[in-house]
């Protein structure tokens, strides 16, 4: 699993993209174990037979393979893999298979040898910019955003599952609905699950439905998600918070589009797009064993990253206006002093974090704009904190920090406080105190702390 290829196709979140190309994804097979790691074998053809001697097309050193070993036809997305009676079998994800649809991301195991259906390489083609200046609810001019039109563009028009990273309010909701409308799937309907938002508890039935008496309160049968999205998309947000017990479900929704319902017995096959989101590193998320690897991988074969609103301060200006458009204000609503200083802000809480000033200083007046220090003069107080005597520069510093973490760790975590312990790693009493400590506790007239996460307050 170390093989170059390998390292390179999931540390490079927008390198997955640039290789889609319009309408169909280029595949190839990447060898990622036995005598031929490291190899691939571009999948430019209708069909190959893999084997470990000619005629074969793909002929694999493996004294374990067979000599016409697995026939693979190559379709829109996805190959079709059929065993040959092959002396010790053909397996994917651990179970054997006699015929199955391989998908993008999926490892195949023959003999000795591991081999993964991954995109082409592209990188080395040049890509255009987009000419658009938004995408769905997506708007922005600058390159950052052009460049993810670009790929969003490509992506819309295939079947590939995606994943979207980025930080909370930087639009990943927008950016899976606008997929899914763009799509060939756009007449089906678009279903979204917001796995942060649903008790532990509760998510397998929500996802995969259940039947009646499956447990206290199923007084009838129930479609999930996924049969809901039945001939559309899915919208899988927060991916990182599915429980680790429910990991390998999801991943055989990915692998081969069939779901069970709670308490029944029987597979039902559904035909959906899986998009999912995170604002977390689902890599650091894997190490520390909290997601699965496999199912990382099947999530990140397509993936993009949107970029944070201080890494394009220039589409500010386009936002406001379209802001104030979406609330039926005109553009001079907000003044041109105002209107500067909101171009300087670093807006740790992104668009969403935008639309909430906007919102606030139109309905009450600019008098109402928060209090709100460009990012330049934070790193100014910084510098002036140098010059102080060793301890109360060290202070100063250490309360900056803690409370630009907690304010930023709130934003992520919506005030939920259950979530913010979780995330940070901070037991709740600790952190309580801390939020007290820089008045960000709401009974302590702080920024709207919410309770845990099943809706009591401590």
């Given at each position: 699993?170390?093989?170059?290829?390998?390292?390179?196709?999931?540390?490079?979140?927008?390198?997955?993209?640039?290789?889609?190309?319009?309408?169909?994804?280029?595949?190839?097979?990447?060898?990622?174990?036995?005598?031929?790691?490291?190899?691939?074998?571009?999948?430019?053809?209708?069909?190959?037979?893999?084997?470990?001697?000619?005629?074969?097309?793909?002929?694999?050193?493996?004294?374990s393979?067979?000599?016409?070993?697995?026939?693979?036809?190559?379709?829109?997305?996805?190959?079709?893999?059929?065993?040959?009676?092959?002396?010790?079998?053909?397996?994917?994800?651990?179970?054997?298979?006699?015929?199955?649809?391989?998908r993008?991301?999926?490892?195949?195991?023959?003999?000795?040898?591991?081999?993964?259906?991954?995109?082409?390489?592209?990188?080395?083609?040049?890509?255009?910019?987009?000419?658009?200046?938004?995408?769905?609810?997506?708007?922005?001019?600058?390159?950052?955003?052009?460049?993810?039109?670009?790929?969003?563009?490509?992506?819309?028009?295939?079947?590939?599952?995606?994943?979207?990273?980025?930080?909370?309010?930087?639009?990943?909701?927008?950016?899976?609905?606008?997929l899914?409308?763009?799509?060939?799937?756009?007449?089906?309907?678009?279903?979204?699950?917001?796995?942060?938002?649903?008790?532990?508890?509760?998510?397998?039935?929500?996802?995969?439905?259940?039947?009646?008496?499956?447990?206290?309160?199923?007084?009838?049968?129930?479609?999930?998600?996924?049969?809901?999205?039945?001939?559309g998309?899915?919208?899988?947000?927060?991916?990182?918070?599915?429980?680790?017990?429910?990991?390998?479900?999801?991943?055989?929704?990915?692998?081969?589009?069939?779901?069970?319902?709670?308490?029944?017995?029987?597979?039902?096959?559904?035909?959906?797009?899986?998009?999912?989101?995170?604002?977390?590193?689902?890599?650091?998320?894997?190490?520390?064993?909290?997601?699965?690897?496999?199912?990382?991988?099947?999530?990140?074969?397509?993936?993009?990253?949107?970029?944070?609103?201080?890494?394009?301060?220039?589409?500010?200006?386009?936002?406001?206006?379209?802001?104030?458009?979406?609330?039926?204000?005109?553009?001079?609503?907000?003044?041109?002093?105002?209107?500067?200083?909101?171009?300087?802000?670093?807006?740790?809480?992104?668009?969403?974090?935008?639309?909430?000033?906007?919102?606030?200083?139109?309905?009450l007046?600019?008098?109402?704009?928060?209090?709100?220090?460009?990012?330049?003069?934070?790193?100014?107080?910084?510098?002036?904190?140098?010059?102080?005597?060793?301890?109360?520069?060290?202070?100063?510093?250490?309360?900056?920090?803690?409370?630009?973490?907690?304010k930023?760790?709130?934003?992520r975590?919506?005030?939920?406080?259950?979530?913010?312990?979780?995330?940070?790693?901070?037991?709740?009493?600790?952190l309580?105190?801390?939020?007290?400590?820089?008045?960000?506790d709401?009974?302590?007239?702080?920024?709207?702390?919410?309770?845990?996460?099943?809706?009591?307050?401590?």
């Amino acid at each position: 699993m170390a093989a170059q290829d390998e390292e390179e196709l999931f540390s490079d979140p927008t390198a997955t993209l640039s290789r889609a190309l319009p309408g169909q994804v280029k595949m190839k097979l990447l060898v990622l174990s036995g005598p031929d790691a490291g190899r691939s074998y571009p999948l430019t053809g209708p069909e190959y037979v893999v084997g470990k001697a000619p005629p074969s097309d793909i002929v694999l050193n493996d004294k374990s393979v067979s000599r016409q070993h697995l026939k693979l036809q190559v379709r829109e997305g996805y190959v079709k893999a059929t065993d040959m009676e092959s002396r010790n079998g053909s397996f994917c994800e651990g179970l054997r298979f006699n015929e199955l649809d391989v998908r993008l991301g999926s490892v195949i195991t023959l003999g000795t040898t591991e081999l993964k259906l991954v995109p082409e390489d592209t990188r080395s083609r040049s890509v255009l910019l987009s000419e658009r200046d938004r995408f769905g609810a997506l708007v922005g001019t600058s390159r950052k955003m052009r460049e993810v039109f670009t790929l969003l563009e490509r992506m819309s028009s295939g079947s590939s599952d995606v994943l979207i990273q980025g930080e909370t309010g930087t639009g990943k909701d927008l950016c899976a609905e606008a997929l899914h409308a763009e799509s060939p799937r756009k007449d089906g309907p678009f279903v979204i699950m917001d796995l942060a938002g649903i008790a532990p508890s509760l998510v397998e039935s929500e996802l995969f439905g259940h039947v009646k008496g499956a447990f206290t309160g199923a007084q009838a049968d129930r479609a999930g998600a996924f049969e809901r999205a039945n001939g559309g998309t899915v919208f899988l947000d927060e991916v990182g918070e599915l429980p680790l017990e429910l990991q390998p479900r999801l991943l055989r929704v990915l692998e081969r589009r069939q779901i069970k319902r709670v308490g029944g017995n029987d597979y039902r096959t559904v035909n959906v797009r899986v998009v999912a989101a995170t604002h977390v590193r689902l890599e650091d998320a894997v190490q520390a064993g909290k997601f699965r690897r496999d199912l990382f991988h099947r999530l990140a074969v397509l993936r993009i990253t949107l970029p944070p609103l201080r890494e394009r301060p220039e589409d500010i200006p386009l936002l406001i206006d379209t802001l104030l458009e979406r609330m039926g204000r005109p553009p001079s609503a907000l003044s041109d002093q105002t209107r500067a200083l909101l171009a300087q802000y670093p807006w740790p809480g992104n668009i969403r974090e935008l639309r909430n000033v906007v919102e606030q200083v139109v309905n009450l007046g600019e008098e109402a704009l928060p209090e709100m220090e460009p990012a330049a003069d934070g790193a100014a107080a910084a510098q002036r904190a140098l010059e102080l005597p060793f301890k109360e520069a060290k202070e100063k510093l250490i309360d900056g920090f803690e409370r630009d973490y907690l304010k930023g760790l709130l934003e992520r975590c919506e005030g939920n406080l259950s979530r913010a312990s979780r995330e940070a790693d901070i037991d709740r009493v600790y952190l309580r105190k801390l939020l007290r400590k820089h008045g960000l506790d709401t009974r302590a007239g702080g920024s709207g702390l919410q309770g845990d996460d099943s809706g009591h307050q401590d």
